[in-house]
C-alpha cells in the first residue's frame, strides 16, 4: 500500500501544486455553485413569483441533468460542455 509520503515523493513538488490548487479550486467553486442554487431557490417565494409545477420540474431536471454531468466528469466518464436550459 502507497503512503501519502511516497505519492508526494513521486508527484514531486508540482503534485503538491496540482492537489493544492485543485483544493483550492474545488472550495471556491462548491462554494458559489452553492450560493447559485439558493439564489434560484429564492424563486419559491410564491409572494413574488408565479410559477407552475411544470416549471419547478424543469428547473430541478436541467440542474439534477448538470450533478449527474459533474459525476460522470470527475470520473472520467465524459461529459458535455454545453448549457442548455429553457422554461
Not at 49 to 64: C, F, G, H, N
Not at 72 to 82: F, Q, V
Request: aromatic share 4%; no cysteine.
Amino acid at each position: 500500500m502507497e503512503t501519502a509520503a511516497v505519492k508526494t515523493e513521486r508527484n514531486g513538488a508540482g503534485g503538491r501544486d496540482k492537489r493544492s490548487k485543485f483544493v483550492e479550486l474545488a472550495e471556491s467553486r462548491t462554494v458559489n455553485a452553492i450560493r447559485a442554487i439558493r439564489v434560484v431557490g429564492k424563486l419559491a417565494n410564491k409572494s413574488h413569483y408565479e410559477y407552475t409545477d411544470a416549471d419547478v420540474k424543469r428547473i430541478v431536471q436541467a440542474l439534477t441533468r448538470e450533478i449527474e454531468s459533474l459525476k460522470r466528469r470527475l470520473t472520467d466518464r465524459g461529459a458535455k460542455n454545453e448549457v442548455e436550459f429553457k422554461l
